[in-house]
């Protein structure tokens, strides 16, 4: 190594032209580095959707889910399949083990759903993939409003919609809100029966009306041309005079049969923005581009459009540009911060600007290194990165500060006699040093190692940040063994004695000495000692919480709400906007949305269809979560609808925060399931230490089930398959073609009057046309009755599930969940239903075990590395006692702090066992190096007292430089906190104990030839 520094010391403009480079294209990385809030995070997960109109959940069970699964059972690779069953809709979940060929599985599920289609109902939708990316959320919600539109929905669809599509940012546009113009055919059922015709005949009339039928070739001229058949009704008036032959054999017009105009689909949907009705739209980015710069093209665009229509307004919503721009700039205020408090300790113990000034310049040098490498890899900027590049300005300086160290010492030795003599003395002082520089660099690269095999979401979230510590390291390894040396020899710095540290390190070493004496005298002492803080850490492990990431203070929070199945939209609008309310008449409350829709897929995610999110004040009285709980109290009154409210964040997605009291029963049968859960429901609602319990099978929907007895049925002369058919076209209606309207697609519905049948009497007297001609009263040939039908279905690799949640009340106490688990749960176990965990609780332990297997494997690669550098496995040892005593500070610190043990946490102890032995190292060097020029104990005694300030500077800046990230300081401050205050405590405490107690072992573990004076 020390070949390097000669090399650099004899070739200093060449040197220079290396850093101009270095600058140059680390500026361009800065410049061409994609901006993010976080790393893309893709799961092994493919979606099964199809859509089944009119099913109920039972139906949607037996027909279309179950089928599928059965299918998904026998693919490889196939870690766990989920599936829900809501009314009209089957989703199928499939999660393969991480390192499969989704390409190649997409493939292969794909043929075997396939193989299904001929078996699916008739009137069930073809199956739809949809590969899952967990980040794949809109980068912009917008609300969009015009007073001088008489349809919003196809305005936004037709004109503003395609304008934001053409940007090139955009990957895609979701809409949402509004009603969708179909054209009805509203027929009269007296005029059918008055020229005997029924609803399917005149169907399939209307289908063959609108046709285009190759024919055939002819010759004209010299030309052979083809000829082609067709009838077309492109306007609606152009329908109404469509000829109808009747049942006597007469024509008509079909206006003389039905009423034919434009009309709204019935609502299903609410979209509300500041309390106002509302089309929203969401704006996907693409792979290759940024939500900055899809926020970028898309508020040009919208000035636009304002400016041409004066009626036309668009509010953004969510930006989640705004959210990266703060977090990314809260994390370079940190990191000047950082370099502002390592400058400040340099200066405060060496007492020389200059000396402050070559350490300080070796910051920036190894973060432009670490860019350029970063951009090489293809990683971008985002929370992630660019915390690993704060977390590594404090290791980055120590390096350099132990190197200058060494030169102020070489200097001492050699004498200042000029420009040789000081070139000479960085020479020494990377001869000296430069073995524990190297090994302390490689123990903290190595333990990053196993986060570039990891696989799972702790991987792909935690393998840039390893990298770019790693290419900070390297970049500080290279500066200092060529940058410090350089200007050391250029600049001239010297020690000052009158340095605002100078006499207090002085002082620390002479106390030191006295207690290392002391303590060499107290061995078994030290041992019991160190026996004792492993006890006291690992007890204080225990009172950590856990949880999977930690979640973000965003100032939003979100507002679901459950309410009993087939409830008229009129009645929800009504709870809605009491809930609405309340985030309204909040002063803390900048902007609110409210959004319900009866689409089926929120249930996948565990979320109600119906929700208000409220986007709080940057400046608010109390916290977001405070303000949830705040909220949740007021809402708890409400009795028609059961409502959870909780602050939401980016890292929503990755929360595995539960309701106080969560059990989750799973079994084979359904029926017993369900009896299970209102027995329990109904003894756990009598308990005073528990509130708001809920069952996942409690909302059963009620539907009307009809039994069509096929003796009756024959009698009549009508199948009951064929009356079902004809009962289903009378009540939901049949598509019988498509045409323009303004230019756009809409369907054309042949349906009857919805209030003809909007009662059970009525239902009862439909009339059901006969193979004879004549015609039955549905009642005549069924039974018709009152059911209960699931809200949804919800499975786990074939298995129902069902999900208990309550919250506990001030009478609860710690071991109430131990008792309602063995008093209550267990009576209703056996062999046919078991107790398990839920999805997130079983991913939070995967990912725990996946980072727990990297930790133990970075604790062997330092071991391997240490000994490999010594050459003994005993100097090893001692160095790996360092470890244990950083415990005592990590836990200790996420106790006080009340951080939870979440995998940045996990992260953090990784990075320790890579940091925390670099003192060590530095300790048990000097001691071998001191060996060799004095008696044992004394060098046990020195060696501590002359890397005193090495130690304690390195120490300070690492810590130092992480406190504005152990505090949280910034938006989404939290996300790494936690990761900060593990490093953190680990560092102070192992650096004291280090210190007090590698003396002790160093004397216990070496051998007695060793310890007499040589």
């Known amino acids: 190594m020390s070949s390097i520094t000669k090399l650099v010391l004899r070739r200093p403009v060449t040197t220079f032209l290396a850093v101009l480079c270095l600058i140059f294209f680390g500026f361009m990385s800065i410049l061409n580095s994609k901006l993010e809030l976080m790393p893309d995070m893709n799961l092994p997960l493919i979606l099964i959707t199809t859509s089944y109109p009119g099913a109920s959940p039972t139906d949607v069970d037996k027909l279309l889910s179950k089928p599928i699964e059965e299918k998904v059972a026998a693919l490889s690779d196939v870690k766990r399949y989920t599936s829900t069953s809501a009314e009209n809709l089957s989703m199928v979940v499939v999660r393969y083990n991480y390192g499969t060929n989704m390409d190649k599985a997409y493939d292969q599920l794909k043929k075997k759903i396939d193989e299904l289609k001929p078996s699916l109902p008739k009137d069930a939708k073809e199956p739809s993939y949809v590969e899952m990316n967990i980040t794949d959320s809109s980068s912009m919600d917008l609300a969009v409003e015009n007073n001088a539109q008489e349809n919003m929905y196809n305005y936004v669809k037709n004109t503003i919609s395609p304008q934001f599509e053409k940007l090139s940012s955009v990957a895609s546009v979701d809409l949402s809100g509004g009603r969708k ?49 067709t009838e077309d009704f492109d306007t609606v008036e152009s329908l109404k005079e469509l000829p109808i032959i009747t049942g006597t054999g007469d024509s008509i017009y079909l206006k003389d049969l039905a009423t034919v105009r434009t009309a709204l689909e019935k609502q299903s949907s609410i979209g509300r923005y500041n309390g106002s009705d509302t089309v929203m739209l969401g704006l996907k980015k693409t792979q290759s581009e940024s939500a900055v710069t899809l926020s970028r093209g898309a508020k040009k665009l919208i000035a636009e459009l304002e400016k041409e229509d004066p009626n036309l307004k668009i509010s953004v919503i969510n930006d989640a540009a705004d959210s990266i721009r703060d977090s990314l700039s809260s994390v370079f205020q940190t990191m000047l911060m950082a370099v502002a408090i390592s400058m400040a300790i340099i200066l405060l113990f060496f007492g020389d600007w200059k000396a402050s000034l070559i350490v300080g310049t070796s910051i920036p040098i190894a973060i432009l290194g670490a860019l350029i490498f970063m951009w090489a890899m293809g990683y971008s900027m985002n929370m992630i990165t660019l915390s690993a590049l704060v977390l590594g300005v404090g290791m980055m300086v120590d390096n350099s500060i132990v190197v200058l160290e060494a030169c102020f010492r070489s200097i001492d030795k050699i004498g200042d006699s000029g420009d040789e003599a000081r070139r000479q003395a960085a020479i020494r002082s990377v001869e000296t040093v430069g073995g524990s520089v190297f090994g302390s660099t490689l123990t903290t690269c190595v333990v990053f190692l196993p986060l570039g095999f990891m696989k799972g979401i702790s991987g792909q979230f935690f393998k840039p940040l390893g990298f770019t510590i790693v290419f900070c390291m390297l970049s500080s390894l290279i500066s200092a063994l060529t940058i410090v040396p350089l200007c050391y020899s250029i600049y001239r710095p010297k020690e000052n004695e009158k340095a605002p540290a100078y006499r207090g390190i002085r002082a620390l070493q002479e106390g030191y000495r006295n207690v290392i004496g002391r303590l060499l005298k107290h061995k078994p002492l030290v041992v019991i000692t160190t026996i004792l803080l492993l006890v006291l850490s690992i007890f204080l492990a225990t009172k950590v919480k856990t949880e999977l990431m930690p979640q973000t203070d965003e100032g939003i929070v979100s507002i679901s709400i459950t309410t009993k199945p087939g409830l008229r939209i009129e009645e929800l609008d009504k709870i809605l906007k009491k809930t609405e309310a309340l985030a309204a008449s909040d002063s803390d409350t900048e902007r609110y949305m409210v959004r319900s829709s009866s689409d089926a897929r929120s249930l996948l995610f565990g979320e109600s269809g119906s929700s208000v999110t409220a986007y709080l004040k940057k400046k608010r009285s109390v916290s977001t979560k405070k303000k949830a709980e705040l909220w949740q109290k007021k809402l708890s009154d409400m009795t028609d609808a059961s409502i959870r409210v909780k602050s939401s964040s980016s890292m929503s997605y990755m929360s595995s925060e539960q309701p106080n009291y969560e059990a989750i029963l799973s079994g084979t049968d359904y029926d017993k399931l369900k009896e299970i859960s209102d027995r329990l429901v109904s003894e756990l609602r009598q308990r005073e230490d528990l509130t708001a319990v809920h069952s996942s099978m409690e909302n059963a929907a009620p539907i009307l089930k009809v039994r069509l007895d096929p003796i009756r049925s024959a009698a009549e002369g009508l199948s009951p398959i064929l009356a079902a058919q004809n009962l289903n076209l009378l009540l939901s209606g049949t598509e019988v073609m498509t045409m323009k309207v303004d230019g756009e697609d809409a369907s054309v519905m042949l349906e009857y009057p919805k209030e003809d049948y909007d009662s059970l009497e009525k239902l009862k007297n439909i009339m059901l046309k006969t193979a004879r001609g004549s015609s039955v009263k549905l009642q005549n040939i069924a039974d018709i009755s009152f059911s209960d039908s ?33 008093e209550l749960i267990s009576k209703y176990l056996d062999h046919d239903v078991s107790k398990t965990s839920s999805v997130s609780s079983q991913s939070m332990d995967e990912e725990f075990g996946a980072l727990g297997l990297a930790i133990s494997i970075a604790v062997f690669l330092v071991f391997i590395v240490m000994a490999a550098q010594f050459e003994s496995m005993r100097y090893s040892i001692m160095v790996m006692t360092t470890i244990p005593f950083s415990l005592i500070g990590s836990f200790g610190f996420l106790w006080l702090f009340n951080a939870t043990l979440s995998m940045n946490s996990l992260l953090g102890f990784l990075m320790l066992v890579g940091t925390v032995v670099n003192n060590g190292i530095l300790y048990v060097d000097t001691v071998n190096q001191y060996r060799r020029e004095m008696p044992f104990q004394d060098s046990l005694v020195e060696a501590g007292a002359t890397r005193l300030r090495p130690i304690l500077m390195t120490t300070l800046t690492t810590v130092l430089s992480m406190l504005p990230m152990a505090a949280a300081f910034g938006r989404n401050g939290e996300v790494m906190q936690g990761l900060a205050l593990v490093d953190v405590g680990g560092l102070s405490a192992s650096t004291i104990l280090a210190l007090l107690l590698l003396p002790v072992y160093y004397h216990l573990l070496s051998r007695k030839k060793e310890r007499q004076p040589s």
């Open 790 to 822: 699931p809200a949804s279905i919800y499975r786990v690799d074939r298995k129902y599930q069902l999900t208990i949640t309550a919250d506990y009340t001030d009478k609860a106490t710690k071991n109430t969940k131990k008792q309602l688990d063995e």
């Open 181 to 229: 113009q179909y054209v009805q055919i509203r027929l009269s059922p007296e005029k059918l029966e008055q020229y005997h015709l029924d609803l399917s005949k005149l169907s399939d009339i209307i289908k063959n009306a609108d046709f285009s039928y190759p024919a055939g070739e002819t010759g004209v001229g010299s030309q052979d041309l083809s000829v082609t058949t």
